[in-house]
């Protein structure tokens, strides 16, 4: 900066005077500023500034000596150096009256230029010097006040940068997002005193701010989240810093803003956005009750700290996303479970409104099925009561279900009232928000779940995947359901059956038990009914036999009518023998008998027929048996119809074998005991599997009828059917089994048959037949 040139006052009366004073001044470099007067010269000190003054001593009015000592009384021009001139009071006295007044100089008229100049130009450059040490002075003032403030401006600073970044390092490891949040507005609010402090967070779907923690002074911070305000909405500083990213400041809001009562304190608000890189994530909100609380070096400060809590913000919603999504797996597998655990139709529709509560509230809730073209309602919930039974609704062309149903997408409604397709009187108009699901199950719409909420907007996009991953676990809940109850129906439709049948079994046993006791009562009657008769026929025939002695012929005729009566006794016998064992009253007359020998007699009564059909009989490994208790009358009798069987179903030329073995202490035998095995086979025509069993029944006969022959040892000569029923009952009757084993019936190959006959060798081994187990029992019951 140029300094201001010196200024030098001249005070003379006479115009001449200052005028040659001024010219030779002039040739110094200073500014040369004239007063006629002293009382001029007074007026021009209070313009100027003056380096020195040049006073002449004679003044009419005011002389130079006066001026000057009122320019001594005056503070501000007390130290201005003065030197008179005179060309009269040049002498000793004036001198030193001239220096009493404060006169610096004194010079007489006419003067030497070059002395006056040069004095001139010391007290010129005097001031210079001191103008100059007054600036550095100033300047240095000046330099330390800004010092001062930037000292005071860089702390401020660095505290607030050290506050920032302490809240940064506080709040990292916090995972919790409105743990964290309510931190972050706690420590902003302690750390920088704002009256308010709010976050404003960003929802998934970045379509609109979700949440906010927000903190007023003496208050504690509160949590509020609820349906999302829109970003696309107008108004709204927030919205606006999020969607710009840019900072917002207003340092007098008394002016157009409109604040909330509780917020009508606020005088200055900076709104700052919370990115992640260039990626807005919500705003910070600080508010102060004074005008002008912001400046501009606060902005950096305040976007350092959003910048570092958007960090652990971002890092919590993550966190807080994947718990949910963890969260949600779990229950929905929870659920999965609860409804897989029901397959009653009339409980899963409940279940399934129980649980999906738990996931999205609703206050409303249906589950239809659907049947044609019509939404059969099979559970509800939160409908006013009482709720009629089966209640359908038509599902319409261009209706909200049938769109469901084509879209096979969740729909949701923010306010059914302003929907086209809703159909107006299926839910209350209180209930305007709406979300339907398809239940879908193997391709096909089976059903739907519908949800209300009362207001409007009050379901979140959010819901809709978590109704639709719940859909399709209650579609397959219901679908199992659906089938269980099929089959339960099917099984109790079998069951039913199965009851039939076994009524009509038990009535088909009870009429042919009737029917059979009618035979045996038949059997008993007709038994003793011939045998009177019978009687009185042997005894004619042996009187007949004894008048006739002599007369060949007639003993012939007499011979042919005993052999009628044997065999009719034989008949009449067997079906004595057989009612006995029906009415289980077939006398058993236990004693040691050695069974070969009781064989040697059966066979020598079949000698003639096996002679006459060219049949062999061998008994063979019957010696070794041992001694056994049984009845050797029955026993007798037994073997007596096995070898006439053999020898009827045995063509001619054949063979016959009775063989045996002792089973002494051996599993083989039932329940380890001692028995013996007998067997009676044969070369014959042998017995279909189909009639292994049923042979042993009375009157049962494999062949037609009508083949035949009334023979009793011819091949295939039929008996009345009764042969092996007794034999059956023998055995039986001893505590034994019998069965037959063949290959098969075949006339022209022969396969022949084998009987088994399994005797106790004592009573002992006897009883424990009715220890045997239960399968062996029954085989034991079939023998
Ligand atoms: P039947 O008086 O008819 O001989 P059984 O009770 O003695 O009556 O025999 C019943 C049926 O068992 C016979 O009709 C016959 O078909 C069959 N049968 C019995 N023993 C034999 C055998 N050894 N070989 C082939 N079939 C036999």
């Not at 009269?88 to 610096?104: L, M, N, T």
């Not at 912001?294 to 960090?311: K, N, R, T, Y």
């Not at 019936?745 to 022969?750: I, L």
Request: net charge negative; aromatic share 6%; proline share 5%.
């Amino acid at each position: 900066m140029a300094q201001e040139k010196p200024k030098i006052l001249i005070v003379d009366d006479r115009a001449e005077n200052l005028y040659a004073l001024d010219k030779l001044l002039k040739t110094l470099d200073v500014e040369v500023v004239q007063a006629l007067s002293g009382a001029e010269a007074l007026n021009m000190t209070l313009e100027h500034d003056f380096s020195l003054a040049i006073v002449d001593i004679q003044m009419p009015e005011m002389d130079g000596y006066e001026l000057v000592e009122l320019l001594r009384s005056n503070e501000d021009t007390a130290t201005l150096p003065a030197i008179f001139v005179s060309a009269i009071y040049s002498d000793e006295y004036h001198h030193r009256k001239g220096y009493e007044a404060g006169a610096v100089d004194f010079m007489s008229k006419p003067f030497v230029p070059e002395i006056l100049l040069s004095k001139v130009k010391v007290f010129a450059d005097l001031y210079r010097q001191r103008k100059s040490l007054e600036d550095e002075v100033k300047h240095r003032r000046q330099a330390e006040a800004a010092l001062q403030e930037a000292n005071i401006t860089l702390s401020k600073r660095a505290v607030q940068l050290a506050a920032s970044s302490q809240i940064g390092r506080q709040v990292t490891s916090i995972l919790g997002l409105d743990e964290l949040l309510t931190k972050v507005v706690e420590l902003i609010q302690a750390r920088f005193g704002y009256y308010f402090v709010g976050v404003w967070l960003l929802n998934e779907q970045q379509t609109g701010i979700a949440s906010r923690v927000s903190k007023r002074r003496n208050q504690s911070s509160s949590i509020q989240e609820g349906s999302a305000i829109p970003m696309d909405s107008a108004h709204g500083i927030v919205i606006s810093v999020c969607r710009s990213g840019q900072y917002h400041l207003s340092n007098d809001t008394t002016t157009g803003l409109q604040y909330s009562p509780e917020l009508s304190d606020t005088r200055s608000q900076l709104v700052l956005p919370l990115r992640i890189g260039p990626h807005p994530i919500g705003a910070l909100d600080v508010r102060s009750e004074r005008l002008v609380a912001f400046g501009p070096e606060d902005i950096p400060v305040m976007q350092m700290l959003a910048d570092q809590i958007s960090i652990p913000i971002r890092n919590a919603q993550l966190y807080d996303a994947e718990r949910q999504r963890r969260q949600l797996a779990e229950s929905l597998e929870q659920m999965g479970r609860v409804l897989s655990g029901s397959l009653d139709m009339a409980e899963v529709p409940n279940l399934i409104l129980e649980q999906l509560i738990t996931v999205v509230p609703y206050e409303r809730g249906a589950v239809l099925l659907r049947e044609g073209d019509l939404a059969r309602v099979i559970a509800q919930h939160g409908f006013p009561k009482p709720w009629p039974k089966d209640v359908t609704i038509p599902i319409r062309q261009d209706d909200v279900f049938q769109q469901l149903i084509e879209a096979r997408h969740p729909i949701l409604m923010d306010d059914v009232v302003t929907e086209p397709v809703w159909q107006p009187g299926d839910e209350p108009s209180a209930h305007q928000a709406w979300l339907g699901v398809p239940l879908i199950s193997k391709g096909q719409v089976i059903g739907i779940i519908s949800l209300a909420r009362q207001g409007t907007r009050t379901f979140k996009p959010e819901d809709v995947p978590l109704v639709s991953a719940f859909a399709s676990q209650a579609a397959v809940a219901l679908e199992n359901a659906g089938l269980y109850d099929r089959l339960a129906h099917f099984n109790e439709e079998l069951e039913l059956l199965v009851q039939q049948r076994t009524e009509e079994l038990e009535h088909a046993y009870q009429t042919l038990s009737k029917v059979d006791k009618t035979k045996s009562d038949f059997i008993t009657v007709a038994a003793h009914e011939l045998r009177t008769p019978l009687t009185l026929i042997q005894g004619y025939s042996s009187l007949l036999g004894t008048l006739t002695e002599g007369d060949p012929d007639a003993q012939q005729l007499v011979e042919g009518i005993r052999t009628g009566e044997g065999r009719l006794l034989e008949i009449v016998n067997s079906m004595l023998d057989i009612s006995k064992i029906d009415s289980q009253v077939l006398g058993v007359r236990k004693q040691p008998m050695i069974l070969v020998e009781t064989l040697a007699s059966v066979c020598v009564d079949f000698d003639d027929v096996l002679a006459e059909r060219h049949l062999k009989l061998a008994v063979t490994d019957l010696h070794d048996l041992p001694t056994i208790q049984a009845d050797p009358d029955l026993i007798f009798k037994l073997f007596s119809h096995l070898i006439g069987n053999a020898i009827k179903y045995t063509p001619d030329g054949g063979s016959i074998t009775v063989s045996g073995k002792a089973i002494l202490n051996t599993s083989q035998g039932p329940n380890g005991g001692d028995w013996v095995e007998l067997l009676v086979s044969d070369t014959g025509i042998g017995i279909d599997a189909a009639h292994h069993e049923m042979i042993f029944e009375k009157f049962y006969q494999t062949g037609p009828v009508k083949l035949h022959s009334s023979g009793k040892t011819k091949f295939r000569g039929g008996g009345p059917g009764l042969g092996l029923a007794i034999a059956r009952g023998i055995v039986q009757a001893h505590g034994g089994r019998i069965w037959v084993e063949s290959p098969g019936y075949d006339e022209t190959t022969c396969p022949g048959s084998c009987f088994h006959i399994l005797l106790p060798v004592s009573d002992s081994e006897e009883k424990s037949v009715a220890g045997l187990d239960s399968h062996e029992a029954q085989l034991a019951q079939r023998g």
